[in-house]
């Protein structure tokens, strides 16, 4: 059986969790080597894991003896290991988002395009929850007729990112915005951000819950409520009302706890534990595929349509107006 050589760039949370995913529960592939702009960190984590150290990720990307590379540093830093990867003509799996801007994203689609070949994958694993595979298939169907309104929520206990307004619709609904243009499988038309009344939990610059309604080419009017400290839990929702029924996304199976004098389920403390074996199904299929030769998860075009949109939601939150999302027409590179 074929084994693909990875590499990881960038081992400061999310990288080693794949490190130890893709070596001790997956198969196909192996981790051999990192690189951290962290010397001394990247050093320990090398010793850990018994992986070869590169001195930057240029040179692990370019090295003989790496044939796939994951990019999980933080988001400035992407477009440069992607570039760098697609360049290199090796397969690279970027952590969401693509790239901060959706320029950036774009000048990822123009290299990939230009090297003639799809190496690049994003990290957005709802695509890869049981849960979103079964709303897709049940709404694929049309058994229920046209999906009409979605309402969504994700909500998330702590801040342990320096989370801002933009952080909020970028780095954490930017998983909604993909996910539920691949649920639906059409672009948006526009994107508004409201404001309710902000938690006392709320940081400064950070309006907490907001709510980003999107409306898809369609019509579909989707709203998704975005707390990002709520201070207690977990919680990812996502309801389509479709002309005959209303399907729901199912909640974790935990188990049922009976404890002071509340009988409970057991929920989710984050996302790492609410998503674990979606990213195990995703990194699989990633290993598959580069060990068959392709790639067909979320895109960098998936990645750049959703940067347009979270950008489009960004401004929309900033002028509190309603923001056409504008996003170029898909070259038929990317066409599946
Ligand atoms: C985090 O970076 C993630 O990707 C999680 O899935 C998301 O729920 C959280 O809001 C983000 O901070």
């Not at 709802?126 to 079964?134: A, E, I, K, L, V």
């Not at 009344?197 to 009017?221: C, F, N, W, Y």
Request: net charge negative; aromatic share 8%.
């Amino acid at each position: 059986m074929k084994k693909l050589n990875v590499g990881v760039v960038g081992v400061g949370a999310i990288g080693r969790t794949h490190i130890e995913r893709i070596n001790n529960k997956l198969s196909g592939a192996r981790v051999i080597a990192c690189a951290d702009c962290n010397a001394d960190f990247a050093k320990s984590v090398a010793e850990k894991y018994d992986l070869k150290l590169f001195e930057d990720g240029e040179a692990l990307i370019t090295s003989s003896e790496i044939n796939a590379v994951i990019v999980t540093t933080s988001d400035s830093f992407h477009e440069q290991y992607v570039l760098a990867a697609v360049k290199a003509g090796k397969y690279v799996f970027c952590e969401k988002p693509l790239a901060p801007s959706a320029e950036a994203c774009k000048r990822i689609v123009a290299a990939e395009i230009e090297g003639g070949k799809q190496l690049v994958q994003v990290g957005f694993m709802r695509r890869y929850d049981s849960g979103y595979r079964q709303l897709k298939d049940a709404i694929q169907t049309r058994k229920y007729g046209e999906p009409l309104l979605l309402h969504c929520a994700h909500r998330n206990p702590a801040i342990t990112e320096p989370w801002d307004n933009a952080s909020a619709v970028e780095n954490s609904m930017v998983h909604e915005i993909d996910v539920l243009r691949w649920l639906l499988g059409e672009d948006y038309s526009t994107a508004e951000v409201c404001y309710g009344k902000s938690t006392r939990k709320a940081k400064e610059g950070l309006h907490d819950p907001q709510i980003m309604i999107l409306t898809t080419k369609s019509g579909v009017r989707i709203d998704v409520e975005s707390f990002v400290c709520n201070g207690h839990c977990y919680d990812i929702r996502c309801e389509v009302v479709c002309e005959d029924a209303i399907l729901n996304l199912p909640k974790p199976a935990t188990i049922e706890v009976l404890a002071d004098t509340v009988r409970g389920n057991a929920v989710d403390a984050d996302w790492s534990t609410r998503f674990t074996e979606a990213y195990n199904v995703e990194f699989q299929e990633w290993i598959n595929g580069c060990n068959a030769g392709h790639v067909d998860g979320p895109s960098a075009w998936d990645g750049y349509a959703c940067q347009v949109a979270a950008a489009a939601a960004s401004k929309a939150r900033d002028t509190q107006t309603i923001v056409e999302v504008t996003c170029e027409e898909k070259p038929s590179f990317y066409q599946k």
